[in-house]
C-alpha cells in the first residue's frame, strides 16, 4: 500500500519561507513523477510543482515559479519543496502526489494516483 507522508507546513509571516517534505516508502518513487498541489478554502486542487524520477527534471506553475524549489533527497525516496517569499494567498492546505511516469508533465489531479494527507500553511500579512 502506497503512503505518502508530508511534513513541514505551519504558519509563517508574509515574506518568509517554508520547507516542505514529501516522505514515502522506498521505490513508490521510482520511475514516477512527484507532485505538489495546494487547495486553498473554497478553491478547486490545484497544481504547484513536480519532479521526474529519471531526470529530476522539475516544473512549476506559472503562479509561484522564481519562488520554489523541488528537489529529491540522494535516496530519491524524499521530496522537498522549498517556497521563499511567502504571500498570504499562499494560505492553503498542501498535498504531495505521484503521478506514472508516462505522464510527461502532469499538471492535473486526474494524472496524480495517490495523493497525501496535506499539510497547512497559513501566511499571515
Known amino acids: 500500500q502506497v503512503q505518502l507522508v508530508e511534513s513541514g507546513g505551519g504558519s509563517v509571516q508574509a515574506g518568509g519561507s517554508l520547507r516542505l517534505f514529501c516522505a514515502a516508502s522506498?521505490?513508490?518513487?521510482?520511475?514516477?513523477?512527484v507532485g505538489w498541489f495546494r487547495q486553498a478554502p473554497g478553491q478547486e486542487r490545484a497544481f504547484v510543482a513536480s519532479?521526474?524520477?529519471?531526470?529530476?527534471?522539475?516544473y512549476y506553475a506559472d503562479s509561484m515559479k522564481g519562488r520554489l524549489t523541488i528537489s529529491f533527497d540522494n535516496a530519491k525516496i524524499t521530496v522537498t519543496l522549498q517556497m521563499n517569499s511567502l504571500k498570504p494567498e499562499d494560505t492553503a492546505v498542501y498535498y504531495c502526489a505521484v503521478a506514472p511516469g508516462r505522464w510527461l508533465r502532469p499538471t492535473g489531479t486526474v494524472n496524480y494516483d495517490y495523493w497525501g494527507q496535506g499539510t497547512q500553511i497559513t501566511v499571515s500579512s
Open positions: 522506498r521505490d513508490t518513487f521510482r520511475n514516477n513523477v
Open positions: 519532479i521526474r524520477w529519471s531526470c529530476g527534471c522539475t
